[in-house]
């Protein structure tokens, strides 16, 4: 979980910086960054993860580190569509038409209104952070004991005594099949209370409520 929190909290981070200036002042800054993303998109990301934590050494902090800046690369487009979009409304040109400055437009306009999709990537991307830690923990470059880990216990005794001691290796893959699970329904929920355009939605409960009070005025 320390994984999956850290490491999602650093892809949303990273994608967010990049993507926000890519999106928004285009030209050669964004396709230079694009094709940077192009390359990385190239290489498997576990085989680079594997790569790098080879070289870096393992532990929890490496982990979190190399999952969440080599994920945040890959979220990056996502971040820099919802830019995009943001930045062809009508009070982005009023913006700039009254002098405001960049900063003052991407810290105003732009980021607040591409919050729910840095919301949604964290929750997403938790579900597949706990997975690539035990990915990695059960080839034998995550977390090193004596750190628990439901991949590292899959890897360790739970694959050399399955056929004697099956609960070995079922207690922790079904614990980490419902994390993750979890999560993902989590991040499903998130997902449908930020979009006003779903039955059940904040905004949807908003102009209910809203609705509710103007009447009893």
């Keep these: 979980m320390y994984v999956g929190l850290g490491a999602s ?20 800054f964004d396709i230079l960054v694009q094709r940077l993303v192009d390359t990385a998109l190239s290489f498997p990301m576990l085989i680079m993860v594997i790569t790098i934590m080879s070289l870096i050494g393992t532990g ?10 080599w994920g945040g690369i890959l979220w990056i487009r996502v971040v820099r569509s919802a830019v995009i979009a943001i930045k062809e409304n009508i009070y982005i040109e009023a913006g700039k038409a009254i002098g405001c400055s960049t900063w003052r437009m991407v810290f105003r306009h732009v980021l607040p209104n591409v919050m729910p999709v840095m919301v949604i990537i964290f929750s997403v991307a938790m579900g597949g952070n706990i997975l690539g830690e035990a990915s990695l923990s059960f080839l034998g470059f995550g977390i090193p004991p004596p750190f628990p880990s439901w991949g590292g216990m899959l890897s360790g005794v739970g694959r050399t005594y399955m056929y004697e001691a099956p609960w070995l290796a079922l207690w922790s893959g079904l614990a980490l099949s419902i994390a993750v699970y979890g999560i993902n329904m989590w991040g499903d929920a998130v997902r449908d209370l930020l979009d006003p355009r779903l039955r059940g939605g904040v905004g ?7 609705k509710r009070f103007s009447n009893q005025g």
């Design 204 to 210: 949807r409960y908003g102009r209910r409520r809203a």
């Design 60 to 69: 929890v902090v490496q982990v979190i580190i190399v999952l969440g800046i």
């Design 9 to 28: 909290a650093i892809n949303v981070l990273v994608a967010a910086v990049i993507g926000i200036f890519s999106g928004y002042f285009g030209g050669t």
